[in-house]
């Protein structure tokens, strides 16, 4: 533990539910339950080793291409850990905030969401953002309208824009980019995952699936981390 470099920010694509119920002969809705349980547990472990901002994907804009009974589990459940991540952050000073779309989302849902947000704003420890309809290219689509838009009222000009003031239109203007992104289940790819932030990220993909990540298999991704050279594209 000592000689592990721990990462300011840490981003999370939660993947394998699916596939961790289905080995199990299970529905899908309970692979996705148990997730739901994993990132709870994640959560705790972070703020235990310091991590100062963890992202996590937990329900992408292309999710909703999933069947009707998937997306309708999905739903009930994060009704359910909306109203339980509230006792969960508050109880380890964690600051929950929300990136992506809401506006898709059921009147009760964006309530809950708001909930969170508000139960947890004092809190000072570690930033928790959960990405629900979110996906990188609708993220950046919707920056660059809302530049437009200021351009064209004179609140900013044409030579205004930088790097920095995209990233201020971003729903990731208030966090830092992720040091370190992990994905579970193997997959290699990033599925459309916060695409301008993760330029200079540190990758770690890992076999396990989601509901199978635990302290472990997060200290073997710190660790891995530990042992990169960040070079920042400068030599």
């Keep these: 533990m000592e000689n ?3 990462p300011k920010s840490i981003a999370i694509i ?3 539910n699916g596939r961790w119920a289905e080995r199990r002969n299970l529905p899908r809705a309970m692979g996705h339950k148990a997730g739901c349980e994993t990132l709870e547990k994640t959560v705790e472990d ?5 991590v100062e901002c963890l992202t996590v994907y937990a329900f992408s804009t292309e999710n909703w291409k999933r069947s009707a009974l998937e997306v309708g589990a999905l739903m009930k459940l994060l009704r359910f850990y909306m109203v339980k991540l509230i006792d969960v952050a508050n109880k380890n000073n964690v600051k929950a905030v929300m990136i992506g779309d809401e506006s898709r989302f059921e009147p009760d849902i964006r309530k809950g969401i708001k909930k969170l947000i508000e139960a947890t704003r004092n809190n000072t420890g570690m930033v928790f953002a959960f ?4 996906g990188g290219r609708d993220e950046i689509k919707r ?3 809302n530049i437009v838009d200021d351009v064209e009222s004179g609140k900013i000009s044409k030579s205004d824009i930088s790097e920095e003031l995209i ?4 729903d990731t203007k208030d966090l830092p980019d992720p040091d370190l992104l992990i994905r579970t ?4 790819r990033v599925s459309n995952f916060l695409l301008w932030q993760i330029a200079y990220s540190e990758f770690y993909i890992t076999d396990t699936l989601w509901p199978d990540f635990d302290k472990e298999e997060l200290l073997k991704a710190i ?3 530990s042992h990169r050279q960040r070079r920042f594209g400068g030599r």
């Excluded at 289940?185 to 290699?188: A, D, I, Q, V």
């Design 167 to 170: 990233s201020s239109y971003l």
């Design 46 to 50: 972070c703020v235990r080793l310091g």
């Design 143 to 145: 920056a660059v309208e």
């Design 185 to 188: 289940s193997g997959e290699l």
């Design 223 to 225: 660790e891995s981390y």
């Design 131 to 134: 990405a629900i309809n979110y």
């Design 14 to 16: 939660l993947d394998g």
């Design 4 to 6: 592990l470099v721990i």
